[in-house]
């Protein structure tokens, strides 16, 4: 399997709110092949989140340590908080062909890219305006105000970052979005460079006998 096929890192990222994280679970939920990347962080755990599905919750004393043991593929401070990318899931996706989801943010993103160049396509989701993200924000209202408004602050610096994606989405509707989300998925499994076993079809296709 290793050898017959390359596995993609797809990373999606979006300031908060404007739906990376409803988006990326459909795309999961609806290919097997595709394994989403739990991240650690030192962010308390929202109401209706659980260890190990939506993150796995540390203390910044285990962050600290899990860094200095170099557990992770990339790590950042996002919003006061630091969240890091286990490597260890991520090479063994890889070595297994299967794809691999990530939902973080652009400094993840890049530093994903740095990592695996020819492995990682990256997804930028903006919200159709900042009236829909601040509305989004506040329907979801499990931050209290200030947290809200030091997101929305924080959202436009991330969407500063937008030039640095290979593909831009503009979640105006989710239906749509997801189309679009799910097109990028298919044409990127189906590059020439991740697809080694063509190679052998090809061979048996044009040779003559
Ligand atoms: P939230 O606290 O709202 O779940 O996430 C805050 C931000 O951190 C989001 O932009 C999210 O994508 C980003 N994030 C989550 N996990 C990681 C990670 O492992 N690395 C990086 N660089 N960003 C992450």
């Given at each position: 399997?290793?050898?017959?096929?390359?596995?993609?890192?797809?990373?999606?990222s979006s300031p908060?709110?404007?739906?990376?994280?409803?988006?990326?679970?459909?795309l999961a939920g609806?290919?097997?092949?595709?394994?989403?990347?739990?991240?650690?962080?030192?962010?308390?755990?929202?109401?209706?989140?659980?260890?190990?599905?939506?993150?796995?919750?540390?203390?910044?004393?285990?962050?600290?340590?899990?860094?200095?043991?170099?557990?992770?593929?990339?790590?950042?401070?996002?919003?006061?908080?630091?969240?890091?990318?286990?490597?260890?899931?991520?090479?063994?996706?890889?070595?297994?062909?299967?794809?691999?989801?990530?939902?973080?943010?652009?400094?993840?993103?890049?530093?994903?890219?740095?990592?695996?160049?020819?492995?990682?396509?990256?997804?930028?989701?903006?919200?159709?305006?900042?009236?829909?993200?601040?509305?989004?924000?506040?329907?979801?209202?499990?931050?209290?105000?200030?947290?809200?408004?030091?997101?929305?602050?924080?959202a436009r610096e991330?969407?500063?970052?937008?030039?640095?994606?290979?593909?831009?989405?503009?979640?105006?509707?989710?239906?749509?979005?997801?189309?679009?989300?799910?097109?990028?998925?298919?044409?990127?499994?189906?590059?020439?460079?991740?697809?080694?076993?063509?190679?052998?079809?090809?061979?048996?296709?044009?040779?003559?006998?």
């Amino acid at each position: 399997m290793s050898s017959e096929r390359r596995g993609l890192l797809l990373v999606v990222s979006s300031p908060s709110g404007a739906g990376k994280t409803t988006l990326s679970r459909r795309l999961a939920g609806a290919h097997p092949e595709i394994e989403l990347s739990i991240s650690v962080t030192t962010r308390a755990p929202r109401p209706g989140e659980a260890e190990g599905r939506e993150y796995h919750f540390v203390s910044q004393q285990a962050f600290a340590e899990a860094v200095a043991a170099e557990t992770f593929l990339e790590w950042a401070e996002v919003h006061g908080n630091s969240y890091g990318t286990p490597r260890a899931p991520v090479e063994a996706a890889l070595a297994l062909g299967r794809d691999v989801l990530f939902d973080i943010d652009w400094q993840g993103a890049a530093a994903i890219r740095r990592s695996l160049p020819s492995e990682t396509a990256c997804v930028f989701i903006l919200p159709p305006s900042m009236e829909a993200l601040a509305a989004r924000l506040h329907a979801r209202a499990q931050d209290a105000a200030p947290v809200i408004a030091r997101r929305l602050a924080r959202a436009r610096e991330e969407i500063g970052h937008w030039g640095e994606y290979d593909y831009v989405i503009v979640n105006d509707a989710f239906e749509h979005a997801y189309g679009q989300l799910e097109a990028i998925y298919l044409a990127e499994r189906l590059k020439r460079g991740r697809n080694r076993w063509l190679e052998g079809l090809v061979r048996r296709l044009t040779d003559q006998d």
